[in-house]
């Protein structure tokens, strides 16, 4: 019977790096990638240039889809054996959702997220990148997708906020279902991952270190 695979999921604000380390850690690795179902979301668009109308929408689709793509994370790869680095931990929802539904809304939202998250995998460690807001705001000016364009700053201000208390140590033990992840903090607003090979030499060094404190090797 195959053991069991190491899960490894990266969260932080938008335009933080997620996807682009993602991608490394999965080519360095030999992972299977998960990424989050972005621009699928209908609702998406409407959202950034009407938050309170849409929340709820765009909030509600975007868990069921990654309550899916979890499921058949479990079943299909981790179950089997196979190794996982994910751009996103499930908890985003829970972030996101905090700031842009009303309290009743978040309320119901987070009734049944806990409903769902307890059998849902949790990660083995989870990369938790922060940057400051001005490097945020850069890099999603140069990505460049259609609905980004009217970002506003206070809101990525305010999810960078809310990432902080979520993540922070004292945080955790409320925050994550079952076991608690190892979580790596790291400060990338004056790394880069994708252009520098040192950069990327620190990261893949980190996760390593961290994959062996787990009881696994790093050629994973």
Known sequence: MNSRG????????IGVGKTTLANI?????????LREIVEENPFLSKFYTDIKEYALQTESFFLFNRIKQLEDAEKNLLSQGTNVVSDYHIIKNLIFAGITLDNMQFYKYKQ???????DLPQPDIIIYLNSNTDVLMNRIAMRDRSFERQMDRNYIQELSTEYKYYFNPLSIKHNFVGKEPLI???????????????????????VEDAINNLGGHENV
């Open 6 to 13: 190491v899960f490894i999921a990266i969260e932080g604000p």
């Open 25 to 33: 850690l999965n080519n360095h690795f030999n992972c299977t990638l």
């Open 112 to 118: 049944m997220y806990n409903i769902f998250i307890n």
């Open 184 to 206: 790596l903090e790291i400060d990338n607003s004056n790394l880069d991952f994708l252009n520098n090979d040192n950069d990327r030499k620190f990261i893949i060094k980190k």
